[in-house]
Structure formats: structure tokens, C-alpha cells
């Protein structure tokens, strides 16, 4: 059984790129959650998507949109990157309310 | 607005202490309660699963308990190790559809 992997591990853009994160979910699992870790902060909520509809969605702008594939992996994108969204992306995969597995990150970093 | 808070927010211990990180949160009202560690500039390792209608949850040297009604959880470590040095997070999750609320967590120390 894999567990969750996002992909790249680490990023450097620059301010207005666009971007695009990968994650795949753990085996069996259908529900995607992405979220952003600010340095010394807890993770905040971006959104969620199950069985590829997103079904919750936290503060975030629309320039944050992702998808879910029928094999539940996932996708984050953010268009027009400010340098505030310099941060840890997490993403986590889950059956629905169940226990969340985490990947391990992708380091963003918009210079 | 559900709001979850940790206390301390940091926390040193020589090596074979037993510890307590707490955690609370201001709705009652929560689905379940999950703590994580978090290595450095890592993903979130999933410690232990309390779902609303449990007390409490065991795993090795960790115990997670859980009072709804006074919205408080803790998370007992005994006798530390070195290893256990690791940034301690409690969430929330409010509903059976909903995300994870997190506290900014308790970073950990425990010294040789």
C-alpha cells in the first residue's frame, strides 16, 4: 500500500507565474484535501474534493483551483503567485471524515 | 467560527520524562479530533484518531484524550526519547464532510 506523494518536493517561482502541485492519494482512498502552512503556523484549509467534485473550499481567492482525476490524484494550481503564497502545501487523502494521511509537501517559493 | 488553541506553544523536557501537550477548541460540536507530528520543513505523520464518541485512544507510549464538553484534548507522551523532538499538531474536524481545523502546534524538545 503507497502512501500519499506529492511531487515536485520543492519549487521556486517568480511573482505572477503560474503553478501547478501533484498529488497522489493513498490506495482506496477518494478524498483529496489540499492545505497551505505558512512558517510557524498551523495548515489552513484551501479545498477538498471527493470522488472529483470539490465539495469545501476555506478563505483562499479563485486564482487557487484544482481538480481530482477518476484514480482520486489530485491537483492544485494557483495562477498569478504572489510572494505571500511562499509556503508549505500540504496535501491529504482520506475516505470521507476518516483518518487524513498526509504527503510530505511541496516547498513553494515565490521570489 | 471553530477556533483550536495549543498551549505551550513550545515545550523542553529532558530525556525520560512522561508529558502533556493540550488542546482545545471553542465549538463542542466536532466529528473527530486527530493529532499529528510534524518533523521540520516535512508532511504531517497521523499520531492517533479520536472520533467524538471516544474518551480516549492509545499508540505505544501515546494516549489521546478527549473531553468534548469542555472542548479540551491532550496528548500524553511517556518517557520521552530525543526522537520524540517534533512539532505536536491537534485538529478538528467539525462535521462528517468537513476539513481538518488546525491548532499552530506545540514544538517539542526533548534533551539527551
Known amino acids: 500500500e503507497t502512501g500519499v506523494t506529492q511531487s515536485p518536493t520543492h519549487l521556486i517561482k517568480t511573482r505572477g507565474q503560474q503553478v501547478t502541485l501533484r498529488c497522489s492519494s493513498q490506495?482506496?482512498?477518494?478524498?483529496v484535501s489540499w492545505y497551505q502552512q505558512a512558517l510557524g503556523q498551523g495548515p489552513q484549509f484551501i479545498f477538498q474534493?471527493?470522488?472529483?467534485?470539490?465539495?469545501g473550499r476555506g478563505n483562499f481567492p479563485p486564482r487557487f483551483s484544482g481538480l481530482q482525476f477518476p484514480n482520486y490524484s489530485s491537483e492544485l494550481n494557483v495562477n498569478a503567485l504572489e510572494l505571500d503564497d511562499s509556503a508549505l502545501y500540504l496535501c491529504?487523502?482520506?475516505?470521507?471524515?476518516?483518518?487524513?494521511?498526509f504527503g510530505q509537501g511541496t516547498r513553494l517559493t515565490v521570489v | 467560527k471553530q477556533e483550536v488553541t495549543q498551549i505551550p506553544a513550545a515545550l523542553s523536557v529532558p530525556e525520560g520524562e512522561n508529558l502533556v501537550l493540550n488542546c482545545s477548541f471553542t465549538?463542542?460540536?466536532?466529528?473527530?479530533l486527530q493529532w499529528f507530528r510534524q518533523d521540520p520543513g516535512k508532511g504531517l505523520t497521523s499520531l492517533l484518531l479520536?472520533?467524538?464518541?471516544?474518551r480516549e485512544q492509545t499508540s505505544g507510549r501515546l494516549n489521546a484524550s478527549l473531553d468534548k464538553s469542555s472542548g479540551r484534548s491532550t496528548l500524553y507522551i511517556a518517557a520521552s526519547q530525543p526522537g520524540d523532538s517534533a512539532t505536536y499538531l491537534c485538529?478538528?474536524?467539525?462535521?462528517?464532510?468537513?476539513?481538518?481545523?488546525f491548532g499552530k502546534g506545540t514544538k517539542l524538545s526533548v534533551k539527551p
Open positions: 474534493y471527493y470522488r472529483e467534485e470539490e465539495n
Open positions: 490506495s482506496g482512498h477518494n478524498t
Open positions: 479520536i472520533q467524538s464518541s471516544q
Open positions: 465549538d463542542s460540536a466536532i466529528y473527530n
Open positions: 491529504a487523502s482520506s475516505l470521507p471524515a476518516r483518518e487524513a494521511f
Open positions: 485538529a478538528v474536524r467539525p462535521g462528517s464532510q468537513g476539513n481538518l481545523i
